[in-house]
Structures are given as structure tokens and as C-alpha cells.
């Protein structure tokens, strides 16, 4: 939502500055040189990637527009989602093999949609509870399996926001191509009035004004974010391991619940009353 307000505010700026200095939104209207800059940026993407990256693109990108990032009550759903897995994996092992076999199917998974909704985080606390529960893995042994996981995931996300990244700097030069095909056009006009002349020009510097202001305006900041959740999901994600390795040095259920809350960034971190509330109601609902 945020990223929506800031879009209409930076367009609301650049186009009433321009409208107050006197000029007119006619000229700037050139559907043309939108086709030349957006095409060629989608093309580049294509050629840089691949058909999963560019999925995991547009699902990034929308998430920024619905303003879907972690919050405080995801992390609560969290540390009460792993407090029951672990609670019930703590009396008997093989009674949460039906939960991380099938989530999408689990009465505990469904109480929180915070987790059953994040991909990363959903496959990396069943994959790990499955190993703890089929195998008797050291807690060292474990460690590293995870950080092995969340490093893959990371690398992904890295070439992911970079190839973003690349894109956005390729936008004013993508505008400046727009411009050069502007001028050619405009080459074979010399014969047809400065009216004419002026109004082919002025459209060829609208696609470096296009370029430079979707580069500088929309994409570095919107890419940034993207970004940005990329990180907090990771470190969503980095909560969950903190509990699964503390269950898997033999500590209770509220003592990793307690493990992992030490670990949640202070803006979204909850008191130790907050977790024991809710851990005390798991599941009681």
C-alpha cells in the first residue's frame, strides 16, 4: 500500500511542477516510447534469467504493492505454530509426521496463515522436522543442514534482486535509446516545418524523461523494498531455525519458543508475557 501512496506522490509531484512551469501533459503522452523502454527492460530480464526467476520477480513485486511484509503478529503466529509442533514432537515424535507431511492439510498449520502462507518458512520447518524425526542428527550436524538451506535461498534471492538491479540502471540508457530513435525520426521531418520539428523532438526527449524518471522514481526504490522483505523473510525464516535447534539440544517447548523470541529484530520482537499468553493458548482454540 505504501509503495502504491509513494508511486501517486511522485507522480503527483513531477507532473504538478511540470503543469505549474507552464507545460502541457499532451506532449508527454508518447505510447510509443513506453513500448521501446518497457519492452526492451522485460526483454533484458528475459535474457538475464530464467522462467522460475521470472516468476519469483512478479510474486516479489506484487507482494511490495499489497504491502505484504513480516509484522509483529506474524512472528507471534510463528513462535505459536513452532510451540505446538514442538510440544507435540517433545511427547511423541511420530505424531506431527501427518503435520509436516501434509501442511496444507494440518489443523495446527491452518491456526496460523502467517506461516502456512510463507513459502521459504513452511518448507524449511517441515523438511527440518521431518530429518529430526526420521534420523537422530546431532544438533551440530543439524546447524549445518540449515544454514546450508537458508544460504541457497539467500543466493537466489541475491542473483534475483540483482538482476532487478541491473534492470533499473539500464533505464535511462533504455530512455536514451528512445531518444536516439526519436532524433532519427525526426531527421526525416527537416522538410516539414518547425511545428512539426518541435513536436518529433519533444517526443524523442520524453523517452529520456521516461527512462530516467522510472529508473530513479519507481524502480530503485521499489526494487529496494523488494529487497528489503526478501531480508525480513529471511529472518522469519532464521526465527524458525533458532527453535528447531534448541529443540534439538533437548530444551522444551517454551524454552525454544523463548530461544527463537530473542532472535526477532526489536520492531517486530514481542515481550516474554506476549509469548507466554500466547504459547499457554495454543492449539486451546
Not at 511540470?18 to 528475459?46: D, F, S
Not at 537422530?136 to 532487478?164: I, Q, R
Amino acid at each position: 500500500m505504501f509503495a502504491i501512496i509513494g508511486s501517486i506522490f511522485v507522480i503527483a509531484c513531477v507532473l504538478g511542477g511540470y503543469m505549474l512551469h507552464g507545460g502541457k501533459l499532451g506532449p508527454l503522452w508518447q505510447p510509443t516510447e513506453l513500448i521501446i523502454i518497457g519492452g526492451a527492460a522485460i526483454g533484458t530480464i528475459i535474457i538475464a534469467g530464467s522462467p522460475h526467476m521470472f516468476k519469483e520477480m512478479i510474486h516479489a513485486v506484487l507482494g511490495v504493492l499489497k504491502g505484504s511484509g513480516i509484522s509483529k503478529q506474524a512472528y507471534m503466529e510463528l513462535l505459536s505454530c513452532l510451540f505446538e509442533l514442538i510440544k507435540m514432537a517433545s511427547a511423541n515424535p511420530i505424531s506431527i509426521e501427518p503435520h509436516v507431511e501434509n501442511p496444507e492439510q494440518s489443523e495446527i498449520f491452518k491456526r496460523y496463515p502467517a506461516v502456512l502462507n510463507n513459502h521459504h518458512a513452511i518448507d524449511f520447518i517441515c523438511d527440518t522436522l521431518k530429518v529430526q524425526i526420521a534420523s537422530s542428527l546431532s544438533p551440530y550436524d543439524l546447524e549445518d543442514l540449515m544454514n546450508g538451506d537458508l544460504d541457497s535461498v539467500h543466493a537466489e534471492e541475491h542473483h534475483l534482486v540483482s538482476t532487478l538491479n541491473r534492470v533499473s540502471d539500464a533505464m535511462p540508457g533504455l530512455g536514451i535509446v528512445a531518444a536516439v530513435l526519436g532524433v532519427v525520426i525526426t531527421m526525416g521531418k527537416l522538410d516539414q516545418g518547425k511545428e512539426v520539428i518541435g513536436m518529433s523532438v519533444a517526443a524523442a526527449l520524453v523517452g529520456t524523461f521516461l527512462g530516467i524518471l522510472f529508473a530513479y522514481g519507481f524502480m530503485q526504490p521499489l526494487f529496494a523494498k523488494v529487497e528489503s522483505n526478501m531480508n525480513e523473510s529471511g529472518k522469519f525464516v532464521s526465527t524458525a531455525k533458532i527453535a528447531l535447534l534448541a529443540f534439538a539440544k533437548g530444551c522444551n517447548a517454551k524454552v525454544c519458543a523463548e530461544f527463537a523470541r530473542r532472535s526477532i529484530p526489536l520492531e517486530f520482537r514481542p515481550t516474554f508475557k506476549e509469548v507466554d499468553e500466547a504459547t499457554s493458548s495454543a492449539g486451546k482454540k
